[in-house]
């Protein structure tokens, strides 16, 4: 009987051995597929891998919503009708064609690619009454700020991608310290008017005192931006969670410079 279990040993063991050597290549092939495989090696958890943004093979061009890349015709109800009209249909690529295009705010919605072509480029129109003042969370806060030119909330599948550019014109936003320029350059600057957040820190419009986010993404899944030449931003966030709770700051127990600084942030 021993004998016989000895035959059968080795009659199975090449099997063995072949089941093996194919589950060591599947293996192998799976790892080789994800890009990003050696930075799950040797973790001390688990971690699911993080799958790229897919969506359906279902493509419009901005141009088909009467936009005009021109730099001077203003295209946001073309971004939205168009944005609307791939989301009513479950999704896919809107593409943005050579040109500039000149635009408020966008907002995406879920299952949406926002493609830029080689030479073209989103620019985001320096008129502050496109941008109204909306609910949003800034250092962590619940707070008002000025609404992003590109904004999402609860959104899944997003990507923005191409090879074109993204100008949030921020020369016109940003603010300027007297100690980072010279006296004539100061000069120079603050003579188109403004306002002063304090004597030597100057906004360009009371609106900027609450700066513009370029990006603002809350509460998203899978996102994606890749290959864009430029993103040229007033600055750029992406916020997964809002705070259950606000934060509550007792701020006369606080140095007067702290003051200062809660109060212009919350």
């Not at 907002?107 to 985001?124: M, Q």
Request: charge should be positive.
């Amino acid at each position: 009987m021993f004998a016989n279990f000895k035959t059968l040993l080795r009659m199975t063991k090449p099997l063995y051995v072949i089941a093996a050597v194919c589950l060591w290549i599947f293996s192998s092939c799976q790892s080789a597929d994800y890009k990003y495989e050696a930075v799950y090696r040797n973790l001390p958890f688990d971690m699911p891998r993080v799958e790229a943004p897919r969506f359906p093979d279902r493509t419009v061009n901005l141009k088909e919503f009467n936009a005009v890349g021109n730099g001077e015709t203003l295209c946001t109800s073309a971004f939205a009708d168009a944005i609307n009209a791939l989301s009513e249909q479950g999704g896919g690529h809107l593409v943005v064609p050579a040109g500039v295009w000149l635009t408020g705010p966008i907002v995406l919605k879920s299952n949406i690619d926002l493609h830029l072509e080689k030479g073209a480029v989103i620019l985001f129109s320096p008129d502050v009454d496109l941008y109204p003042l909306v609910e949003t969370v800034f250092e962590g806060l619940d707070t008002r700020r000025c609404q992003s030119p590109i904004s999402g909330r609860n959104l899944e599948n997003v990507a923005i991608t191409g090879e074109g550019a993204i100008d949030g014109n921020g020369h016109y936003w940003r603010p300027l310290k007297r100690e980072k320029v010279t006296e004539s350059v100061w000069k120079q600057i603050t003579a188109r008017g403004g306002v002063y957040k304090r004597p030597t820190y100057w906004f360009p419009y009371p609106e900027t005192l609450k700066h513009i986010i370029l990006l603002l993404y809350v509460g998203m899944k899978n996102i994606e931006i890749a290959k864009l030449l430029h993103i040229l931003p007033r600055s750029f966030r992406m916020r997964r969670c809002r705070l259950k709770k606000k934060m509550k700051i007792d701020c006369d127990s606080l140095p007067e410079f702290i003051k200062r600084l809660f109060k212009s942030e919350i």
